[in-house]
C-alpha cells in the first residue's frame, strides 16, 4: 500500500520517528519546513529464514556448565567451562616466618577450594551431575579468538598428571543445611576441595595445592606482580566438564580459588586466618565449549513455516533487505524512517521446562557477523542495532510484562548505507541481508548516562520462534518505511 499523506496529520508522528536512532537534525529540520514537504510512506515484504550456527565467538563473562534434554527438540545439549583465575597486583602473603603451619620449616597452607557461584541455572536443581575438574598445564594466549567449538583436550592444554578431580552434586547442595540455603547471604555454588597432596610440573610434591601456591609466592614473588605472570607461571587454569548426569546447566558469574592458612606477627598476637583469593571473572579468560546436535537443529532450520533464534549457538534468523524496492521511485527523497517488528509465535505447549525467550537482540550485517564480535564491537545505530524484546509498563511507569514483539525502530541509516554501498560498487553476495542474533550486554552509568560496554553472543539456554520463512501463513514480515522530499 502507497499513500501520500498530509504533512499536517503525521508531523508529529514523522518528527518522532525522524529523532529516533540519533537523527534529531533530521526531526528538526522537518518541523522548520513542514509546510515545503511531502510525506509518504509505504511498506515492503522482508524475505526471512533460519541459518543454522556452527560456533560463536566464545569470550564470555558467564561460564556454562551442564547437559539437558531439549524439550523442543528432544536432543542433548551440554556446555563444558574453562576458566583462568587472577592476581591482584603485587599480592602478597603474610612473611612467612608469620605463617604456623609448617613442616621441615616450610609454610603449610592450611586447605584450599575452588568455588564456582552460579546465580541463574536451568533446568531441575536436584538432578545429580557428576562434573570432572582438570588442571591445564599451559597458559591459553590472549591473542587468539576462542569459539565454542574449541577444545580445550585436543589442542593439549589438559595435564595428563595434575588435578583431576571428579565431584557429584546437585544445583540444591543439599549438604549444606537449611538454614544455611535460606539465608540472604547464601550464594549457590559447588565446591571442590583441593586438599590432596599435590605435584607441580617439576616433580616436587606439597601437602595440598595451597600450599604449592603459598611456597611459590615465598620463592618467587615476582609472579604475583600481575594475573599474566601468575598464570604463566603459577596457575594456568582449570576445566570443568560434564561426566554424566543430566537436567541442569548453571551459569558461573565467578570463580574463585580460595587459599586458608593460619599465621601470627608475633608470640602474643592472637592468632589470625589469612584467606588468599584468586578470582576467575569475565575480565580474564572463560571458554565455554558448547556441544548441539547439529541435525536436530537442521530439522529446525528446514521448517520454513517460521524462523528460529536458539541459543546457544544454534540458530540465527537471515533477513533479507528489500533495499532497491525502498529506493526504488524515491532516489532523491530523504529515508527519515524504516521499521522492522518482529513477531514471536508462542510456544504450541507449555511446561515447566520450556526454554525461555530470549530478551536482547543484535541486527548487523551478514558479512560483519564475525568481525562484530571478534572486535568488541558495542553496536553504533549505523550498521549494527542491539535492542531489547518490548515491554509493556504499569502505572507508575514501571515494567510489568514483555510483548510478543521486538522492534527494530529504526534502520534507515542502515539502508542508506547499503544502497551507497552498492552504488560505489562494494557489492557482496549478502550485501543487502543482515542476521538476527540473540546478545547478552553490560552496561555502565557516569553522570546518570547509561553506556553499553559490552555486546556478547548469549550462550544460555533459550528459543524463539518469529514469524517468517518461505511458507509462513501468518501476515508477512514487513519493513514499514516513511519518506519525505521537498515540494
Known amino acids: 500500500m502507497k499513500a501520500k499523506i498530509l504533512v499536517s496529520v503525521l508531523l508529529a508522528s514523522l518528527s518522532l520517528a525522524a529523532c529516533d536512532e540519533s537523527t534529531e537534525e533530521i526531526g528538526i529540520s522537518l518541523v522548520e519546513h513542514s509546510d515545503l514537504l511531502d510525506v509518504s510512506t509505504d511498506s515492503f515484504i522482508v524475505a526471512s529464514k533460519s541459518i543454522l550456527v556452527d560456533s560463536v565467538f566464545g569470550k564470555s563473562n558467564i561460564g556454562y556448565l551442564g547437559r539437558i534434554k531439549d524439550p523442543e527438540t528432544g536432543a542433548f545439549v551440554s556446555s563444558s567451562f574453562m576458566t583462568q583465575v587472577a592476581t591482584i597486583e603485587n599480592y602478597s602473603f603474610p612473611k612467612e616466618e608469620f605463617v604456623q603451619n609448617k613442616v621441615d620449616g616450610e609454610a603449610q597452607a592450611d586447605s584450599c577450594v575452588l568455588n564456582l557461584f552460579f546465580s541463574e541455572f536451568y533446568g531441575d536443581s536436584l538432578a545429580p551431575l557428576k562434573i570432572k575438574m582438570q588442571e591445564l598445564v599451559k597458559v591459553l594466549p590472549e591473542t587468539t579468538y576462542y569459539y565454542t567449538n574449541f577444545d580445550i583436550k585436543e589442542h593439549g592444554y589438559l595435564r595428563k598428571d595434575g588435578i583431576d578431580k571428579d565431584k557429584v552434586c546437585t544445583l540444591a547442595d543439599l549438604t549444606a543445611p537449611d538454614s544455611l540455603r535460606a539465608s540472604t547471604n547464601y550464594e549457590k555454588h559447588i565446591k571442590f576441595?583441593?586438599?590432596?597432596?599435590?605435584?607441580?610440573?617439576?616433580?616436587?610434591?606439597?601437602?595440598?595445592?595451597?600450599?604449592?601456591?603459598?611456597?611459590?609466592?615465598?620463592?618467587?614473588?615476582?609472579?604475583?606482580?600481575?594475573?599474566?605472570?601468575?598464570?604463566?607461571?603459577?596457575?594456568?587454569?582449570?576445566?570443568?566438564?560434564?561426566?554424566?548426569?543430566?537436567?541442569?546447566?548453571?551459569?558461573?558469574?565467578?570463580?574463585?580459588?580460595?587459599?586458608?592458612?593460619?599465621?601470627?606477627?608475633?608470640?602474643?598476637?592472637?592468632?589470625?586466618?589469612?584467606?588468599?583469593?584468586?578470582?576467575?571473572?569475565?575480565e580474564i579468560l572463560q571458554i565455554s565449549k558448547i556441544n548441539n546436535d547439529k541435525l536436530r537443529l537442521q530439522?529446525?532450520?528446514?521448517?520454513?513455516?517460521?524462523?528460529?533464534?536458539?541459543?546457544?549457538?544454534?540458530?540465527?534468523?537471515?533477513?533479507?533487505?528489500?533495499?532497491?524496492?525502498?529506493?526504488?521511485?524515491?532516489?532523491?527523497?530523504?529515508?527519515?524512517?524504516?521499521?522492522?517488528?518482529?513477531?514471536?509465535?508462542?510456544?504450541?505447549?507449555?511446561?515447566?521446562?520450556?526454554?525461555?525467550?530470549?530478551?536482547?537482540?543484535?541486527?548487523?550485517?551478514?558479512?560483519?557477523?564475525?568481525?562484530?564480535?571478534?572486535?568488541?564491537?558495542?553496536?553504533?545505530?549505523?550498521?549494527?542495532?542491539?535492542?531489547?524484546?518490548?515491554?509493556?509498563?504499569?502505572?507508575?511507569?514501571?515494567?510489568?510484562?514483555?510483548?510478543?514483539?521486538?522492534?527494530?525502530?529504526?534502520?534507515?541509516?542502515?539502508?542508506?548505507?547499503?544502497?551507497?554501498?552498492?552504488?560505489?560498487?562494494?557489492?557482496?553476495?549478502?550485501?543487502?541481508?543482515?542476521?538476527?542474533?540473540?546478545?547478552?550486554?553490560?552496561?555502565?552509568?557516569?553522570?546518570?548516562?547509561?553506556?553499553?560496554?559490552?555486546?556478547?553472543?548469549?550462550?544460555?539456554?533459550?528459543?524463539?520462534?518469529?514469524?517468517?520463512?518461505?511458507?509462513?501463513?501468518?501476515?508477512?514480515?514487513?519493513?514499514?518505511?516513511?519518506?519525505?522530499?521537498?515540494?
Not at 526454554?355 to 543484535?362: A, E, F, K, Y
Request: proline content about 4%; overall charge positive; some cysteine.
Open 193 to 282: 576441595a583441593l586438599n590432596d597432596p599435590y605435584t607441580d610440573q617439576s616433580g616436587k610434591t606439597y601437602s595440598n595445592f595451597g600450599t604449592y601456591i603459598l611456597q611459590t609466592y615465598y620463592k618467587h614473588p615476582e609472579y604475583f606482580q600481575n594475573s599474566q605472570l601468575f598464570r604463566t607461571h603459577v596457575v594456568p587454569g582449570f576445566n570443568f566438564t560434564i561426566q554424566s548426569g543430566l537436567g541442569a546447566m548453571m551459569y558461573i558469574a565467578n570463580v574463585q580459588l580460595n587459599v586458608y592458612l593460619t599465621y601470627k606477627v608475633n608470640d602474643k598476637s592472637k592468632a589470625q586466618v589469612h584467606m588468599a583469593s584468586f578470582p576467575g571473572t569475565g
Open 299 to 487: 530439522q529446525l532450520v528446514d521448517d520454513n513455516s517460521c524462523t528460529y533464534l536458539k541459543t546457544p549457538a544454534g540458530i540465527f534468523t537471515e533477513l533479507t533487505l528489500p533495499v532497491d524496492d525502498i529506493l526504488k521511485g524515491h532516489e532523491r527523497d530523504s529515508i527519515n524512517s524504516a521499521k522492522i517488528v518482529l513477531q514471536r509465535i508462542n510456544d504450541n505447549g507449555l511446561n515447566d521446562y520450556n526454554l525461555p525467550v530470549t530478551t536482547q537482540l543484535l541486527m548487523l550485517p551478514k558479512d560483519s557477523l564475525i568481525s562484530f564480535f571478534e572486535k568488541g564491537s558495542v553496536g553504533d545505530n549505523i550498521y549494527s542495532y542491539a535492542i531489547s524484546r518490548d515491554y509493556s509498563v504499569d502505572a507508575n511507569n514501571k515494567f510489568s510484562s514483555y510483548k510478543n514483539t521486538f522492534t527494530f525502530s529504526n534502520i534507515s541509516q542502515l539502508i542508506k548505507n547499503l544502497a551507497a554501498k552498492k552504488a560505489n560498487g562494494n557489492l557482496s553476495p549478502n550485501w543487502n541481508k543482515v542476521v538476527i542474533v540473540p546478545i547478552t550486554t553490560t552496561t555502565a552509568t557516569i553522570n546518570r548516562v547509561t553506556y553499553t560496554t559490552s555486546v556478547r553472543h548469549n550462550m544460555a539456554l533459550t528459543s524463539t520462534r518469529l514469524v517468517g520463512g518461505a511458507n509462513n501463513s501468518r501476515a508477512p514480515l514487513k519493513i514499514s518505511v516513511i519518506y519525505s522530499k521537498f515540494k
